[in-house]
T-cell receptor
Framework: DQQVKQNSPSLSVQEGRISILNCDYT??????FLWYKKYPAEGPTFLIS?????DKNEDGRFTVFLNKSAKHLSLHIVPSQPGDSAVYFC???????????????FGKGTKLSVKP | DGGITQSPKYLFRKEGQNVTLSCEQN?????MYWYRQDPGQGLRLIYY???????QKGDIAEGYSVSREKKESFPLTVTSAQKNPTAFYLC????????????FGPGTRLTVL
């Protein structure tokens, strides 16, 4: 049973517009969420994170929103650029637990294509 | 120039052979991880180590083995017992535990023929 779900395998957006990538989770113990960006044949790179004490975190063009009651988070990219085209992974963990419970659980990813 | 290196980038092996994937980091991180990525799948944790000479099984450890003799190195052996070894393998490290931001290496694409 997937604890972190990214239900859209792909998303296509025009350059300059907003990209919204969604992520849902089922485990209420998760309290720390991250987004990673991955180009083909490369390792993921950390993009932005948010802890459950916040509902928004912003870093330049990237903003992550967290809705704890809905167990939903989203990544907004504004404005989208062709270089943003990549696979975006949502990941979750429990800060308050060590060992295996603190491990990151990844979603299956959403492939974003930004068209010029 | 700090970072995580994985070698080789591409690896081919015959079925039934064990193969070891290299992962080295010079970030002075205590924790290291191995993930596997399959097409259309997220990253799944194989093994992780939070300290030298200690490691723990992840979600899909069967058919794999690891060692952590040095802080900088966390090699992964894909044994002949692993039923579907062909995949993209990613190594990561973090400062001390899984809740820290993890930094990934470039990955190794293993193809078993």
């Amino acid at each position: 049973d997937q604890q972190v779900k990214q239900n859209s395998p792909s998303l296509s957006v025009q350059e300059g517009r907003i990209s919204i990538l969604n992520c849902d989770y089922t485990n209420s113990m998760f309290d720390y969420f991250l987004w990673y960006k991955k180009y083909p044949a490369e390792g993921p790179t950390f993009l932005i994170s948010i802890s459950s004490i916040k509902d928004k975190n912003e870093d330049g063009r990237f903003t992550v929103f967290l809705n704890k009651s809905a167990k939903h988070l989203s990544l907004h990219i504004v404005p989208s650029q062709p270089g943003d085209s990549a696979v975006y992974f949502c990941a979750a963990s429990s800060l308050n637990y060590g060992g295996s419970q603190g491990n990151l659980i990844f979603g299956k990813g959403t492939k974003l294509s930004v068209k010029p | 120039d700090g970072g995580i290196t994985q070698s080789p980038k591409y690896l081919f092996r015959k079925e039934g052979q064990n193969v070891t994937l290299s992962c080295e980091q010079n970030l002075n991180h205590d924790a290291m991880y191995w993930y596997r990525q399959d097409p259309g799948q997220g990253l799944r944790l194989i093994y992780y180590s939070q300290i030298v000479n200690d490691f723990q099984k992840g979600d899909i450890a069967e058919g794999y083995s690891v060692s952590r003799e040095k802080k900088e190195s966390f090699p992964l052996t894909v044994t002949s017992a692993q039923k579907n070894p062909t995949a993209f393998y990613l190594c990561a490290s973090s400062i001390s535990d899984p809740t820290d931001t993890q930094y990934f290496g470039p990955g190794t694409r293993l193809t078993v023929l």
